[in-house]
C-alpha cells in the first residue's frame, strides 16, 4: 500500500512508520505544523509541535530514507482545537483538546487530503490495535490510546493503519534503538501542546477575560468564596479553590458544577460528586450493536472502566439519537463535554460527547 506517515517528532510515531517500511509500503512522511509560533513552544516532552519536533521528524525520515514534507495547518488547529478548547470551558464543558486534535486534524484533514493525493491510508504512532476495522485497546494498558481513537468513523478507521497495538513502549524504544532512530529516548509528550507552561486557567483568562463570580457551598446557599473566572474551574477540582469559610465539618469541598453564564462556581463534599445516571448527545459508533446495550464505559483518557446498561436517551432514536448510560458503579468527577467511550471488553464500540451527568 502507499501510505502517508503522519511523524510528530516523537518514538512512537517514528518506530510506526519504520514498521510500514519494514512491512513492505511505500511510505512518505509528513509532518504537521500545527502552532503559528513553534519556537514559542516549549521543547522536549511537553507537547509535539515545536521546532525541534519537526527537525527530529525530518532525521528520522532521513533515516529511513522516505519521502518528508512539512503540512502547515495551523490555521485549522487554531478554528477546530484552540478555540473550541476556549469555546468549551466559556460554555462550562470540560474538552479533550488531544481527542479533538485526532478528530479535526489528524484522522479528518490529514486522511481526507492524504486520500485526496492518492494514498492508501495514513499510519500513525497511536497505541491503539486495528483489524479489519475493528479497534480495540493496546495490549500496553498503561499507553493505550483507543480512548482518544474512538471519535473515528468506520470509514475513517478502515483507512488507517496502527502497527504498535501489539507492542509495549519498551519494545517500541527498543526497536528505535535497532533501527539508529535519534528519538529512541525521547520522552513523551504530554499536557496540553499549544499551552506549553501548563497554565490552562492562566491561558483562558487571556482568552476570555476576568469574569468574577461567587463560589457557593451547594449544601447551604452561603457564599464561601470568589473567583476571576469560572472557566479555571473543573468538576472534581480540589485545590487551589481559595475558600474564605471552611465546611462546618471541616472536611474537605470539591467543585460540584460550573456555570459561566452566572459566573457561579458551586462547591461540597466528596460524595456529592457521585453520578450514576449520563446522558450523552449524538454518538459515533465504531461497530454499532443495537440497544439497549450491557457493555463498559470510560469517562476520561486512562480513566476507570465503569459497567453499565446503555439506552436511547429521551427523544433519541436508538442508534441514531443519544445514549443514556446507567452506571452499575458511581462515577465521580464527570463533566458535560467529556467524551463517553463505550467498549466491549477490549474493543471499542463508540463514543458521544456528555450532555448532563446525574446522582
Not at 196 to 221: I, K, N
Request: proline letters at 6%; a negative charge.
Amino acid at each position: 500500500m502507499r501510505l502517508l506517515a503522519a511523524l510528530s517528532g516523537g518514538v512512537d510515531s517514528a518506530v510506526a512508520a519504520a514498521l510500514a517500511v519494514d512491512a513492505g509500503h511505500d511510505v512518505t512522511g509528513v509532518h504537521l505544523a500545527l502552532s503559528a509560533s513553534p519556537a514559542a513552544l516549549r521543547s522536549g516532552s511537553r507537547g509535539c509541535c515545536s521546532r525541534e519536533d519537526a527537525r527530529d521528524a525530518g532525521r528520522v525520515a532521513d533515516v529511513l530514507g522516505i519521502a518528508f514534507y512539512v503540512w502547515d495547518l495551523a490555521e485549522q488547529f487554531r478554528a477546530d482545537v484552540i478555540e473550541d478548547f476556549v469555546a468549551e470551558y466559556a460554555a462550562g464543558r470540560t474538552p479533550n483538546p488531544c481527542l479533538r486534535c485526532n478528530e479535526k486534524i489528524k484522522f479528518t484533514a490529514v486522511l481526507d487530503r492524504a486520500l485526496a493525493l492518492g494514498f492508501d491510508g495514513v499510519v500513525t504512532g497511536h497505541h491503539a490495535t486495528l483489524s479489519s476495522g475493528v479497534l480495540s485497546r493496546s495490549v500496553d494498558e498503561a499507553k493505550d490510546q483507543s480512548y482518544v481513537l474512538a471519535v473515528l468513523t468506520p470509514e475513517q478507521l478502515a483507512s488507517t493503519v496502527l502497527p504498535l497495538g501489539g507492542l509495549r513502549k519498551d519494545e517500541v524504544r527498543a526497536l528505535a534503538r535497532e533501527r539508529g532512530l535519534g528519538v529512541a529516548d525521547k520522552a513523551d509528550s504530554h499536557d496540553i501542546c499549544f499551552i506549553p507552561d501548563g497554565d490552562t486557567a492562566g491561558f483562558l483568562r487571556s482568552a476570555l477575560g476576568s469574569a468574577p463570580g461567587p463560589v457557593v457551598d451547594a449544601l447551604t446557599g452561603a457564599v464561601v468564596g470568589t473567583h476571576d473566572g469560572a472557566y479555571g474551574f473543573t468538576v472534581g477540582q480540589r485545590r487551589g479553590l481559595a475558600l474564605s469559610v471552611p465546611a462546618g465539618d471541616g472536611r474537605p469541598r470539591y467543585v460540584l458544577s460550573v456555570s459561566p453564564v452566572a459566573r457561579t462556581v458551586s462547591v461540597g463534599p466528596v460524595e456529592a460528586l457521585d453520578v450514576r445516571s449520563l446522558v450523552t448527545g449524538r454518538p459515533v459508533w465504531s461497530s454499532s450493536r443495537p440497544l439497549p446495550l450491557r457493555c463498559s464505559v470510560q469517562l476520561r483518557a486512562h480513566g476507570m472502566v465503569h459497567d453499565c446498561l446503555v439506552t436511547p436517551a429521551a427523544g433519541g432514536a436508538g442508534l441514531a439519537g443519544g445514549w443514556h448510560l446507567a452506571l452499575d458503579t458511581p462515577a465521580r468527577g464527570v463533566a458535560p463535554g467529556q467524551t463517553a467511550v463505550l467498549y466491549d471488553g477490549p474493543t471499542v464500540l463508540g463514543s458521544a460527547t456528555l450532555v448532563s451527568a446525574h446522582p
